[in-house]
């Protein structure tokens, strides 16, 4: 019933910047908290960044600083700003969100992820 689809991936030098949006669409009643995480090949799926539906913000320590974390309600997107990327930044990186939607005339919540977008960042 609700599909998030990321865009913005890519291959960047060391200290660039990039910036990942994820765009929610279905039967959307209301996007709570959404946010972004990481896996890199051979490790866990870490948080990077989440954002609330009013807006407040958390971030992983290894990215304080140099990622911003957004969100526009009325376009059921949020965004992940990247500057200063270092390489050990690279990661394939998925979007979460927490959704409220319907099905049928039944409001239920639940969890979605997106398919993934590579960040790789090399010289």
């Known amino acids: 019933q609700v599909q998030l689809v990321e865009s913005g991936g890519g291959l960047v030098q060391p200290g660039g910047s990039l910036r990942l949006s994820c765009a929610a669409s279905?039967?959307?009643?209301?996007?709570?908290?959404m946010g972004w995480y990481r896996q890199a090949p051979g490790k866990q799926r870490d948080l990077v960044a989440v954002v609330t539906y009013g807006g407040s913000t958390n971030y992983a320590d290894s990215v304080k600083g140099r990622f911003t974390i957004s969100r526009d309600n009325a376009k059921n997107t949020v965004y992940l700003q990247m500057n200063s990327l270092k390489p050990e930044d690279t990661a394939v990186f998925y979007c979460?969100?927490?959704?409220?939607?319907?099905?049928?005339?039944?409001?239920?919540?639940?969890?979605?992820w997106g398919q993934g977008t590579q960040v790789t960042v090399s010289s």
């Open positions: 979460n969100a927490d959704v409220t939607y319907y099905s049928g005339t039944i409001r239920r919540r639940e969890n979605y």
């Open positions: 279905g039967s959307i009643f209301r996007l709570n908290a």
